[in-house]
C-alpha cells in the first residue's frame, strides 16, 4: 500500500529557532497534503491544507505566517514552525490524497520546544 | 507489530437503520483509540476518543464506539444512519512508545435513501 514518511519523528528545539517537518508520499503522487496537530490526549486538530504549487489554505486562528507550507512538489510537502515557542509543542501529522481520492498518513512527528 | 485493521472498505447500510464500522488494534501497552470522519474534499473531523474510563464513549454526530480490551476491538456503531453520515471513517491508535499514530486504511460508508 501507499506509504507517507514524515522526517524528522521527533525533535527538540530551542525556544526562537524554526524548525521544518517534510510530509513525504513514497509511491504515490499526492495532489493535496493536509497537515494537522494533535495537542497530549486531544484529538487532531486541522491547519492547512495544501495543493501542490498554490498557496496552502489555513484553518481559522492558524498562523500563516508562524506555520509556513510549502508543497513544492507531489511527493513533498513541508511545514516550518517559525520562531518557535514552548506553547508550539505538539505532535504534527500530515496526510496525503492521491489522484485516485485515497488518503494516508503519515505516523506524525513530536516537537518539543524548550 | 503495532496495527490497526479495518477489515471493511466499504459499508453500506439504509437510512435509518444502525451502522457498525469496524476496528481492531494490536498495540503494546494500554492503548488511546480515536475515530475520524473525512466528508468528500475536506480534512479529518474528530469523532471521538477512548482514553480510560467507560467502555462506551459518545460522540459528535450522534456517534458512538464500544473499547472491548478482550477483542481488541473499538467499534464505531451509530442507532441511526443520515444519508449525510456517508464518508470515510478512519480508525486510529496512538502508540504510547513512541507517540507515534497508527491508521486504519479506512472505510467508506454509504447510506443510502
Known amino acids: 500500500g501507499a506509504v507517507v514518511s514524515q522526517h524528522p519523528s521527533w525533535v527538540i528545539c530551542k525556544s526562537g529557532t524554526s524548525v521544518k517537518i517534510e510530509c513525504r508520499s513514497l509511491d504515490f503522487q499526492a495532489t493535496t497534503m493536509f497537515w494537522y496537530r494533535q495537542f497530549p490526549k486531544q484529538s487532531l486538530m486541522l491547519m492547512a491544507t495544501s495543493n501542490e504549487g498554490s498557496k496552502a489554505t489555513y484553518e481559522q486562528g492558524v498562523e500563516k505566517d508562524k506555520f509556513l507550507i510549502n508543497h513544492a512538489s507531489l511527493t513533498l510537502s513541508t511545514l516550518t514552525v517559525t520562531s518557535a515557542h514552548p506553547e508550539d509543542s505538539s505532535f504534527y501529522i500530515c496526510?496525503?490524497?492521491?489522484?485516485?481520492?485515497?488518503?494516508?498518513f503519515g505516523p506524525g512527528t513530536r516537537l518539543t520546544v524548550t | 507489530a503495532q496495527s490497526v485493521a479495518q477489515p471493511e472498505d466499504q459499508v453500506n447500510v439504509a437510512e435509518g437503520n444502525p451502522l457498525t464500522v469496524k476496528c481492531t488494534y494490536s498495540v503494546s501497552g494500554n492503548p488511546y483509540l480515536f475515530w475520524y470522519v473525512q466528508y468528500p474534499n475536506r480534512g479529518l473531523q474528530f469523532l471521538l476518543k477512548y482514553i480510560t474510563g467507560d467502555n462506551l464513549v459518545k460522540g459528535s454526530y450522534g456517534f458512538e464506539a464500544e473499547f472491548n480490551k478482550s477483542q481488541t476491538s473499538f467499534h464505531l456503531k451509530k442507532p441511526s444512519a443520515l444519508v449525510s453520515d456517508s464518508a470515510l471513517y478512519f480508525c486510529a491508535v496512538r502508540d504510547m512508545s513512541n507517540y507515534q499514530l497508527i491508521w486504519g486504511a479506512g472505510t467508506k460508508l454509504i447510506i443510502k435513501p
Open positions: 496526510s496525503a490524497r492521491g489522484t485516485g481520492g485515497e488518503q494516508y
